[in-house]
């Protein structure tokens, strides 16, 4: 099996290395893909000094879904992972990501993210959920791994979203019957030295973002409006107690509110046409085929340049 890796990166320059410090200690034969968003932080040259990657992609747009499409059309493994940049794979990721997507009942994986705190090391586990019927089985974006066939059945990521992007891809997974495994062995360590923990996050696109990917998925349907505003009932009672505590101002709280309400009806407005405009399972009318411009820049080290030798000419007769 012959295996790819994609790194979006994003102004993490220090991050990014320990990313591929680990990929070549840990995955040697794999093709590494790195994908460079507008970075100002002299990624380019540190990339480029290195001989451990073989593609290296510049982009424009800062979407980390427009990123991984791109690492994806390039990325010539028969299977293809995504690792963040501030991921560093473990001793073994590897052996893990073959001997799952080996099976032939498994088309994507994924695994724990170890993460350091105070008292020791913390990981996700399998998070499913059942929707219309539908068992979904969501994956961290920063480290799984696909086969060929299911990530182009799906058609990539959806570079409509901002956020949210792994969460939709899983639901068009599961649409078109791919099987999404978990395996203790896929797992990363997470650097989390310059996480931006701020609490003040973006509430109008995290809800922008679910309200278009389930009405795009499963149709303008009172459940998925009912999930939906439940989900922003329950975050807005949560901020209240920030008002009480004096943390926010009342003014804030009821900004951010009609902030998220406003961009639930964006968001369910936008997912009901990309609906319209792709009804095959793969529902993604903003995906890996849509467009063919996402590369300003490409750098392939893959193969070299062939050497022509000068022509001997022939002595005159």
């Known amino acids: 099996m012959e295996l790819s890796v994609v790194v979006p990166t994003l102004n993490g320059r220090e991050r990014l290395a320990s990313c ?8 040697p034969d794999a093709e590494v893909v790195v ?3 507008p970075s100002a932080d002299g990624t380019t040259g540190m990339i480029r000094e290195r001989d451990d990657v073989d593609v290296l ?5 800062r979407k980390l879904n427009v990123a991984r499409n791109a690492g994806l059309s390039t990325a010539s493994g028969d299977a293809i992972a995504l690792v963040g940049q501030d991921n560093a794979v473990e001793p073994t ?3 893990g990501v073959r001997d799952a997507l080996a099976d032939a009942d498994t088309d994507a994986v994924t695994g724990p993210v170890h993460r350091s705190v105070r008292a020791g090391v913390t990981a996700e586990t399998e998070e499913s959920r059942t929707i219309d019927g539908r068992e979904v089985t969501y994956f961290e974006g920063g480290n799984v791994a696909f086969t060929r066939e299911a990530i182009e059945a799906v058609d990539g990521f959806d570079e409509y979203l901002v ?9 068009r997974l ?3 019957d791919y099987e999404v495994a978990w395996s203790p062995s896929v797992c990363v360590i997470h650097d989390d030295a310059d996480d931006d923990e701020d609490d003040d996050r973006d509430w109008g696109w995290k809800y922008r973002a679910l309200a278009y990917r389930l009405v795009k998925n499963y149709g303008p349907r009172p459940g998925v409006f009912a999930r939906t505003f439940r989900d922003a009932v329950s975050d807005a009672a949560s901020n209240a107690s920030d008002v009480i505590r004096g943390e926010q101002t009342p003014s804030g709280w009821i900004g951010s509110g009609k902030r998220v309400t406003k961009s639930i009806a964006v968001g369910s407005k936008d997912g009901l046409w990309s609906r319209l405009r792709d009804r095959s399972d793969a529902r993604n009318p903003n995906g890996l085929s849509a467009r063919a411009d996402r590369a300003v820049e490409l750098y392939d080290w893959r193969t070299a340049p062939e050497t022509v030798d000068d022509p001997v000419e022939e002595p005159e007769q």
């Open 20 to 27: 591929l410090d680990a990929l070549a200690a840990y995955a």
């Open 35 to 37: 994908v460079n968003g």
């Open 57 to 61: 992609i510049e982009v424009s747009d």
């Open 93 to 95: 990721w590897a052996e």
């Open 163 to 171: 956020t949210g992007g792994a969460r939709d891809c899983a639901h």
């Open 174 to 176: 599961a649409a078109n």
